[in-house]
């Protein structure tokens, strides 16, 4: 008697690429300020224990995790004006917990004042989402000019 093998693949649907925005080198540092501050002030008030965010990493984990991603932009792109890295969707909890926290230990008005600008960009920016590829595993935006480049020959 003949059987159906009920095991028959599926077809498959394409998985979208993952979104981000692209943040400058000057709103990353501004967010490892914030990202800092908020550290300093939870060790401060808490105690000296290490602090694990949304994702449960540490604080220098995420910075770390945004300065390769700055190397790999800067590959990409030389210019540091023009530079831009990924930012994820979920990676911004790690600025919304940072203004958390900054908010219940008495962080300083200039400082919680710059982290909710940042936070209020960053938000404002998903209209501007960008799909991203990978260097060597790391995140990057693909080159603006990532069209067929035309080299001129030198034969006369």
Known sequence: MFRRDKTTPTPSTPTPEPEAIAINLDELAALERA???????????????????????????VTALLYQRAGAASVVQPDPQRAHLPLYRHEIKWLTD?????????????QLSEARQLHNRFNALWGQA???????????????????????????
């Open 35 to 61: 990202l800092l501050e908020a550290d300093r002030l939870r060790r401060q008030w808490l105690g000296s224990a290490p602090y694990y965010g949304p994702m449960l990493i540490t604080v220098h984990d």
């Open 98 to 110: 940072a203004i958390t926290s900054m908010e219940r230990h008495f962080a300083r008005d200039r």
């Open 130 to 156: 960008r799909a991203i590829t990978h260097m060597g595993g790391v995140p990057v935006f693909a080159p603006e000019s990532a069209q067929a480049r035309v080299i001129p020959s030198r034969e006369s």
